[in-house]
T-cell receptor
């Protein structure tokens, strides 16, 4: 059973600050990682994916992967109230085309004006 | 744009009824999934399918069954609905299969909020 752990939060940051969301996983074979954002009452939508060690940037979002320490994080720079949502971390084994994503329970983020 | 649709946004049923939740995707995806989501428990996988007529149990299959007769459609069936099955149900699809990769994006439908009275 693969375990994906996230701080449940809530994480509260002021507008303009950096929000840091963390995720750890138990299976060393896990090699593809995804961050989903879920607004209240809506379904999850993909915002970032990362497969290699290091940082991957997309606009205000940066995903960081450290396979040796088995964690992946998501940084949101210049946080906006519209970033307030639950963020889900998901992992899958590389090469697994038939397999499933394993999700963490999510971290609730609130960005206050 | 990938589109995953679910038959109902809101559904109210009575205990003991047989309930069908339907999901359709329009991108020729091999893999389809059914989850339920409850506050504090996150997304929990009920069943998934990687091909027509193929299914795999997820983490909480008890009380549910599924059907995949056509590639684009994946149905979740509650044989005899109970109040503890009141939840948000989310369908998802992903390319997968021999043409796909583990990097494929998984897309979610809008969800069905089911209330069992």
């Amino acid at each position: 059973q693969k375990e994906v752990e996230q701080n449940s939060g809530p994480l509260s940051v002021p507008e303009g600050a950096i929000a840091s969301l963390n995720c750890t996983y138990s299976d060393r074979v896990s090699q593809s990682f995804f961050w989903y954002r879920q607004y209240s009452g809506k379904s999850p939508e993909l915002i970032m994916s990362i497969y290699s060690n290091g940082d991957k940037e997309d606009g205000r979002f940066t995903a960081q992967l450290n396979k040796a320490s088995q964690y992946v994080s998501l940084l949101i720079r210049d946080s906006q109230p519209s970033d307030s949502a639950t963020y889900l971390c998901a992992v899958i084994n590389r090469g697994s085309t038939l397999g499933r994503l394993y999700f963490g329970r999510g971290t609730q983020l609130t960005v206050w004006p | 744009d990938v589109k995953v649709t679910q038959s109902s946004r809101y559904l109210v049923k009575r205990t003991g009824e047989k309930v069908f939740l339907e999901c359709v995707q329009d991108m020729d995806h091999e893999n389809m999934f059914w989850y339920r989501q409850d506050p504090g428990l996150g997304l929990r996988l009920i069943y998934f399918s990687y091909d027509v007529k193929m299914k795999e149990k997820g983490d909480i299959p008890e009380g549910y069954s599924v059907s995949r007769e056509k590639k684009e459609r994946f149905s979740l069936i509650l044989e005899s609905a109970s109040t503890n099955q009141t939840s948000m149900y989310l369908c998802a699809s992903r390319l997968g299969g021999t043409s796909g990769y583990s990097t494929d994006t998984q897309y979610f439908g809008p969800g069905t909020r089911l209330t069992v009275l």
